[in-house]
């Protein structure tokens, strides 16, 4: 199982590299052997990866990830086979067709899902907590809420080609009034929340492992330590 993580160098401003940690973790305890191939930004995106990871940034880091990605084919190719895809926040938006910069204004993005994303009237920030697609499932399960935090000025509007990743409850998610956090399409899904996300959603963690292994139903490990996170983090939110 090689799972890629995507400029560790510029888009990794809330701890995103726990994303990485959890797959890792997951994969080994279901038995995979687990290569994690870190790809910064002066180097090529393997195309023969499993799952990419991509995380959150500041305006000019995400335009310089968004001009050295749209120069090189390697995760449209990955994506373009099916691999999987899990892109947070600033990631998310360079998933898009377009994002906004405070300085170049709106640019585009890599178009491998079909959402774009403007500048928002306020700065999203704090704690959120969204029910999740109740389409999707692992290990015959729903995933149950998504708690995270967001920190974001950007605001991200769905296309026909999408669902939202979850409906929001606390928080904001895709922008101030919207609603719904996130999106998915296929094997890729995106999502507002930090946390890290898969350290506070073990079951999202399994979903794409799942998209990447084809195993729906994977073996149990040890949730302890993620349902104590779990359980103070939504209490901290009276959720
Ligand atoms: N720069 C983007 C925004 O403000 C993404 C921020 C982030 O990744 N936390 O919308």
Not at 87 to 93: D, E, I, P
Not at 157 to 168: A, K, M, N, S, Y
């Amino acid at each position: 199982m090689r799972i890629v993580w995507i400029y560790p160098d510029l888009l990794s401003t809330y701890g995103d590299q726990g994303n990485a940690l959890i797959l890792e973790y997951r994969a080994a305890a279901r038995g995979h052997r687990v290569e994690r191939v870190d790809v910064r930004s002066d180097q090529a995106v393997p195309e023969q990866g499993d799952i990419y990871l991509i995380g959150g940034g500041e305006d000019r880091p995400q335009r310089l990830a968004a001009e050295r990605l749209r120069r090189d084919p390697g995760l449209t190719r990955a994506a373009g086979r099916g691999a999987a895809v899990l892109a947070v926040c600033a990631g998310f938006q360079l998933m898009g067709h377009t994002f906004y910069d405070e300085q170049e204004g709106v640019l585009p993005g890599l178009g491998l899902i079909d959402v774009t994303s403007h500048r928002g009237s306020v700065r999203c920030v704090g704690e959120v907590v969204a029910d999740s697609d109740p389409q999707l499932a692992v290990g015959g399960a729903g995933l149950g809420p998504l708690t995270g935090f967001e920190n974001h000025m950007g605001t991200t509007l769905l296309g026909q080609g999408v669902r939202p990743l979850g409906t929001v409850r606390v928080g904001n998610g895709n922008g101030a009034g919207a609603g719904t956090d996130g999106a998915h399409a296929g094997t890729i899904a995106g999502t507002y929340l930090h946390g890290p996300v898969l350290a506070r959603n073990p079951a999202l963690a399994d979903l794409i492992l799942s998209w990447a292994d084809g195993d729906s139903a994977p073996s149990p490990v040890d949730e302890r330590w993620h349902q104590r996170l779990r359980k103070e983090r939504l209490a901290a939110v009276g959720a």
